[in-house]
């Protein structure tokens, strides 16, 4: 089986995508196209210019418009009536057309919910599935080569009962499942973001292979299944100095910890120890005080090959421009490609 890499780069991470990178890539998601009054726009994004070399580079490289994003609403609005998901589904394949890509990707943050602060209602769930249908079918009246249609999926149970993924996987090509910021926003108990397994002694139990197991109990195929690695950390302060950190409760939520570049240039330098969860397959750094959760080329090893053991599509990471080392990317591609 071939094995998808797919990036998601936001726009101002685009020029950084080098001939190497594109190599070495499946896929490519722009991040992010908005939604408007029903109408997918593009208005916004820069650098689209780049999409030219990175075919020259790599010219079976697939480049998508993922649409959405955390925060971004209007799609609750826009799939509520047959005329919105008609004037969403015509200007996701009119930005195909213009842009000149291989199809779109929607990272609708979350049907059902709004605690992004966006609009949501509770017919979203079936209105998901008619969304996605009308894309599907817009897209498939385009000319050319058969386009593609992806989301970014929640990783956890409440994703899978916001929506019907029974239903939602028959018009898709790839189930992206965000298994990255499984906690930290809205946890105050340190453990992993990205972890592959469960650990024994975490309160919640969640991982990389829980999220593949609900997904395909909900009726997703495996090989639709692409998993999530995560090229940042997420950090907690404040930590008490008990099992280095891990499964610790503290004073407030996990926030935003650092790129993975900038942890493996410096944070090693800066007094914290790196130590490995067998059980987890998962990385954190402590330094008595801050723990900090990340991916590094050891846990991504352990994910490609879980993945290949279970027949899966293959593995996406968000954002692009966090690992300029590209050592990540590089044991991605050295475990799945060569």
């Known amino acids: 089986m071939n094995h998808y890499i797919t990036a998601y780069a936001m726009d101002h991470s685009m020029p950084i995508v080098n001939e190497t990178d594109c190599r070495m890539l499946t896929h490519l998601n722009i991040a992010f196209g908005l939604v408007r009054d029903n109408r997918v726009t593009i208005a916004h994004l820069k650098n689209l210019d780049c999409i030219a070399s990175w075919r020259k580079w790599n ?49 609708w943050e979350y049907p059902c919910y709004g605690e992004a602060d966006i609009g949501c209602h ?6 998901f599935t008619m969304l996605l249908k009308e894309v599907r079918e817009a897209l498939d009246k385009m000319p050319g080569a058969r386009k593609l249609l992806t989301i970014a999926a929640g990783a956890d149970q409440y994703y899978v009962d916001g929506t019907e993924m029974d239903q939602v996987q028959k018009y898709l090509d790839i189930v992206q499942l965000m298994t990255y910021d499984m906690r930290g926003g809205f946890q105050i108990l340190t453990g992993h973001h990205t972890n592959l397994y469960n650990s024994t002694g975490d309160l919640f139990r969640i991982s990389t292979e829980s999220s593949v197991r609900m ?28 099992n280095n950190g891990l499964h610790q409760m503290t004073g407030g939520t996990g926030g935003h910890g650092a790129h993975y570049d900038e942890i493996a240039e410096k944070f090693l ?3 914290y120890t790196r130590y ?4 987890a397959k998962a990385p954190w750094l402590f330094n008595g005080t801050n723990f900090l959760t990340y991916d590094d080329p050891e846990s991504i090893a352990c994910k490609c090959a879980y993945l290949k053991e279970q027949g899966l599509a293959g593995i996406m990471y968000w954002e692009h421009g966090a690992d300029k080392t590209r050592e990540l990317l590089g044991t991605m591609y050295k475990c799945l490609k060569e």
């Open 59 to 107: 010219p079976e490289l697939k480049v998508l418009l993922s649409v959405g994003g955390w925060g971004a609403g209007g799609f609750s609005e826009a799939a509520f009536t047959e005329t919105g998901r008609r004037i969403f589904a015509e200007t996701c394949a009119d930005a195909v057309r213009v842009i000149g890509l291989d199809g779109i990707d929607l990272d």
């Open 122 to 127: 509770k017919a979203d769930r079936k209105n």
């Open 215 to 242: 997904f395909v109990n909900a009726g997703v195929p495996k090989e639709k299944i692409v998993i999530g690695a995560a090229f940042y950390g997420r950090m907690w302060k404040n930590v008490p100095e008990r």
């Open 269 to 271: 330098a800066q007094g």
């Open 276 to 279: 490995w969860d067998d059980e």
